[in-house]
């Protein structure tokens, strides 16, 4: 009698089946568990802490189906398709849909056939979908993106608050409240707007040590983002304005620069929007310049850098968006680049967005509350690590007595300017002698007036007003506009300047003015040290060990070519930490191959022979060691073995291309992907060596390709389908130019 594995057990071997690693972690065990004992639960973990585990596993143990309500219907699509490539029965239904896909997937629910469903908080409350819902047996229901429920969260969304009422409309499932970004106020807001029965609250430790955090004053904008991006050239950019003007101005000037950047915001045509979404997915495009419409339905794990060109509205909507980088847990950076007149700028939006929607006072109070907590973070001179847990309630003990390393407060990465002081004085002097000597009736400047005076600008606004007459006029004349600038801001913030609000805002003394002015009282103005190498390794993350870079560029193409086969992003292809312990290992077989980490059962069947043949080749031309042991990483179940040189599969395959069967045909009765046969038909074609390929290949086709691969002189895949303009698919080419060699082209 088999004896029956306990749930520790049951969950390793589905995670080890399905995703390819040895054990979940402890929090993620934690949710799964009050799951499986059907008791609702909060689940609170920062971005990359592997929330989507904490539904997507449960279903694959109880054979029951969970319904995951998400806004992001983009992303919905993306992890339909990530499921089913490793073998998972999931389904969306939103408003993408055409007719015939949502009767399929109905089809399919009431067959029992589907473990997961997505489904957008709109689409649930369309008819008599809930009840339609409630009659199919669901067990479960995961919100995720749970914070948009709270009024006192950073994303509030109205259509969020109906989903009260799902727990008398279905009474009989249990909850799980899922978000990334939470204070105390707004899980305990959750908790109760969704009406959980005794939750098990599961609150993740927020702080993310694969994070560099930088703030640094904005003082030359396009130099100092592409000095950012050019540190993180191998990996995804993602820069923040907050108009949708700003987007467009600075991914222009960075094109001009040669960057591949392109602009994303709601006011481009759909397609627009559709186009950059895919290219940044398919690693086609690699900077993005966005407002915060880009990235909600963004899950490439591989984002390097988020640069936030301005401040941000709120301390959450900030960790959000910072933690789009590094979601595979490799050292990534953030760096906000910061005016004070961001938090003016901000204010303004907010106070105008509430007279146009006319909203509840508290709640603009709020959202102000909000943006003034993180103009504090900025402006403060505490470890960002530091700052960011305990904002979030928590503790926060660093890795040394220098800090977390990991920020530039603890890099040391600004020095005092020589002469604040003075500085500070002729600044004020010059703010005080343009508003005239009427202490009743003051004419206050902006920042941008007062700059031009102190550089000795003789403008057509300065010499209008006789400001060219001042004693302060030229007295900072060798100091940059940017740089000026900087020092004003800096001044707002500790208070040593005022700045009105209203569509110009402009500038005026305070009390502590007078008391620089006077001598009384001693500051000290700050400037960013030039960066000039990529971050070092962050403080706290796990040393990597060394992999082979050459080999993990070669591995980068392979996906990117998979990507665009498959149809999906590359980041569900792989990983970047699945392709480094790929160069790190250099498998060669599909049995050293199903052990590197993150790679399950499916993608052994459908991608090993792909990659272990790039990989052989590669360390053969480089003299390399191959199917090295893999990094420890504690005990994992033993690795899927193979039979003899071809695996059951593949031994299929083969005698179906004996009886000239069609590829979709033979997918459809192997069980895997029509790429993965193709793969089969090129060892095949170059095993057995028939004839003709015109089941596979029709002869027209066939010369078109040997054609143009002969006039091209090309032994490899990549420029016979670029000079063919795509409109060959790659696996054609594959086979016919393995046909036509008599082996397999190399690499792509």
Known sequence: ?????????????????????????????????????????????PTGGGKSLCYQLPPLLTGHTTLVISPLIALMKDQVDALRLIGVSAAALNSSQSEEEAQQTWADLRAGNLRIVFIAPERLFTGNLIERLGELGITHIAVDEAHCISQWGHDFRPEYRRLSELRSRIPKVSFQALTATATPRVRDD???????????????????????????QRTDLVGQVIEAVERHKDGATIV????????????????????????????????TRQRVQ?????????????????????????????????????????????GRAGRDGLPSECLLLYSAADAAKWSRIVELSAKEHDTDPAQVAHQLALLEELRRLVTGSRCRHRALSEYFGQEYTPTSGTGCGACDICLHESEGVPDSTVIAQKILSCIFRAAGSDPDRPYHYGAKHIVTILRGRATADVTRRGHQQLSTFGILADVPADTLGNYIDQLVDIGALGREHGQYPTLYLTAMSWEILKGKRQIELRATRASESAPDPVSGSEPAAPFDSGLFERLRELRRELATQFGVPAYIIFGDAALQDMARVRPTSPESFSRVKGVGERKVAEFAERFTSIIAEYCQAHNLSIDNAPTPSGPRRASRSTTGSKSPAKVRSFQMFDQRRPIDEIAKEVGLTPGTIHEHLAHYIEERKPADIHTWVDPKTYELITTTARKLNADRLKPVFEHLAGLVPYEKIRITLTHALGSRPKGV
């Not at 749930?7 to 390819?20: E, F």
């Not at 304005?241 to 960057?259: F, G, M, N, P, Q």
């Not at 880009?294 to 959000?320: L, T, W």
């Open 240 to 271: 923040y304005c907050i108009s949708r003007k700003d987007t467009e101005s600075l991914a222009d000037d960075l094109k001009r620069h040669k960057l591949k950047a392109a602009a994303y915001h709601a006011g481009l045509a759909a397609s």
């Open 1 to 45: 009698m088999t004896p029956t594995l306990s749930t520790p057990d049951r969950i390793r071997d589905i995670l080890v089946k399905y995703w390819g690693f040895d054990s979940v972690r402890p929090l993620q065990h934690e949710a799964i568990t009050a799951t499986l004992a059907h008791r609702d639960s909060l689940v609170v973990m």
């Open 278 to 322: 895919e290219h940044f997915k398919q690693e086609r495009l690699d900077v993005v310049v966005a407002t915060v419409a880009f990235g909600m339905g963004i899950d490439r794990s591989n984002v390097r850098c988020v640069i936030h060109a301005a401040m941000p509205k709120s301390v959450e909507a900030y960790s959000q968006e910072t």
């Open 190 to 216: 959750i908790a109760q707007q969704l009406s959980l029965k005794d939750p098990a609250t599961i609150v993740g430790v927020f702080d993310r040590p694969n994070l560099t955090y930088r703030v640094h």
